[in-house]
């Protein structure tokens, strides 16, 4: 600012007199006499003074009238202070009207803008409040998505996938609404200076209206999790069990090893379950990639699948020593049996030659075999034992039990056979000497029968009834039989059989329709 020179007349300076004028006479002063051409300058000066009335007026001095013209000391001064005066005006009104501004809090608003104000106030309350609701319905949008990606981790139903294609579609309508308010903020700037009141009004108009899309939005976005529940909830459910699924899978692979060790410092190879718990290897590596890289129901199958194998494994390496000790204890017990059933398989020629001697041939034709058959059976049996102490050797567990199993039902089978003989001639024998027993117990069975299905009835069921007769009938006809010189006891004795069987049976459906128990 540059400084302005001072007027000739300014109200806050006194007028200079030219050189040579006569000063304005004042009311009341001593300036109004004129002064005496004798007086002196202190005369003077005394005669100024406002305590004491001047007496005389000094002459002139003709020194100063020539120097009237050039400024006095005091002039000079006055000068100065007119310009420092001018200067500071323009700074006193602009701090005027900068402090208004300042006491409103900042900014370049008004203290008093009437309409224009109020209606700025409730624009401002539009723009907060759709802020907010823009605000809580991002939050909700984003809660929302997290829910949405638990379930499509955990869950590839129809249900899951159209949850999905309902959220896409509801994220449309969130931005539309979240478009509509962001162009209602950016279209309407609330801090000019200059904001006429239909301009707030406007402003305020479009903002509540994107606030009230904004909130029909939150209210749609709210429904839709409220039918997520049951989506969410399993898929909650799954990824609660994921960690310790994997977990126990880990902990399972780890007690496999662990049995492994211990059975390997016995002394026992367990190759094939050593085989079998390396197979699980790549099966681990996938679980330690994680859900994220295979899905969270393949990771929870895969997890039970290792965690069962593993358990399976380590049960058996447990149980290993046991076994081995097992199959010990077979092989030595199927070993002395052959050599027990070589021995019995030797006496069935004995009795094949008193069947013969005594009894006809339909008694004892079908055990002509029996020898032949006993020794080859027994051979067969001591051959499988060898393989089966071999697989022992080699530690090849499976093998060797499937071998003592197949030495077994060879020995069993002699060993029928062997008895059939000696039990066939017992029975002959018994009969021989007395047949009327195998008639009477076969007889008292038949009328206990008869007794049954006339229980409570005066004429008994057909169903029953007829096989009754017929098994008395065939009883008859075996009874026949035994006449003769050579009488046919072993047909004899398997129609009574026979007879038996179906009386049995006929009891037992009886019973059954009645609701009665057995005896």
Partial sequence: MTATPAQPYS???????????????????????????????ADARQDASPTEPRQSVPARDPRRDASAGAPRPGAT????????TLISLPLLAALA??????????????????????????????????????????????????????????DDSPAARRAVTDFEALGRRIDDASGRYINAVDAHDLDRDDLEA????????????????????????????????????????????????????????LAASNALDAVRASGLRADALAARLAALGPELTKLNQGA??????????????????????????????????????????????????????????PVLSELRRRFSAACWQDLQHVPDQAGENVRQAELKLKEAQAARDAQRWPDATS????????????????????????????????????????????????????????????????????????????????????????HFLTETEAVRQTVARVVSQIREERGTPGH
């Avoid at 109200?11 to 051409?37: E, F, K, Y």
């Avoid at 104000?117 to 909700?140: G, H, W």
Wanted: aromatic residues 4%.
């Fill in 292 to 349: 994220g890289q295979h899905g969270v129901p393949q990771t929870l199958e895969r997890a039970t699948q290792v965690a069962r194998e593993a358990e399976a494994i380590r049960a058996e390496a447990d149980g290993l020593p046991e076994r081995a000790a097992e199959i010990d204890h077979r092989l030595v017990s199927l070993r002395t049996r052959a050599q027990a059933l070589t021995t019995r398989a030797g006496q069935v020629d």
């Fill in 77 to 84: 001064t006055r000068a100065a202070l007119d310009t420092l």
């Fill in 198 to 253: 239909a301009a707030a009004n406007r402003a305020r108009t479009e903002l509540t209206a994107a606030k009230d899309q904004l909130g029909q939005v939150k209210q749609e976005l709210d429904r839709f999790e409220s039918g997520l529940g049951p989506l969410l909830g399993k898929a909650e459910t799954q990824l609660a069990l994921l960690a310790p699924a994997v977990e126990r899978a880990r902990q399972a692979l």
């Fill in 403 to 490: 071998l003592l199993s197949t030495v077994r039902a060879l020995l069993n089978t002699t060993d029928e056979a062997v008895s059939a003989a000696g039990d066939r001639l017992r029975r002959l024998n018994a009969v021989q000497k007395d047949p009327q027993q195998e008639i009477d117990r076969t007889r008292f069975a038949i009328r206990d029968a008869q007794r049954l299905a006339m229980s409570g009835r005066t004429t008994p069921d057909p169903r029953h009834a007829r096989p009754l007769d017929d098994a008395v009938a065939r009883l008859d006809r075996a009874i026949t039989t035994l006449e003769g010189r050579h009488p046919d006891y072993w």
């Fill in 97 to 154: 009207l900068a402090l208004p501004a300042t006491f409103a809090g900042g900014g370049t608003r008004r203290w008093f803008g009437g309409r224009a104000e109020s209606q700025r106030a409730e624009a401002q309350a539009a723009k907060d409040a759709a802020a907010a609701a823009f605000y809580e319905l991002d939050t909700a949008q984003r809660d929302l998505r997290i829910s949405i990606d638990t379930i499509t981790a955990v």
């Fill in 11 to 41: 109200p806050l300076t006194r007028p200079r007199r030219r050189p040579g004028a006569q000063p304005r006479p004042r009311h009341g002063s001593a300036a109004g006499r004129a002064p005496h051409p004798d007086a002196s300058l």
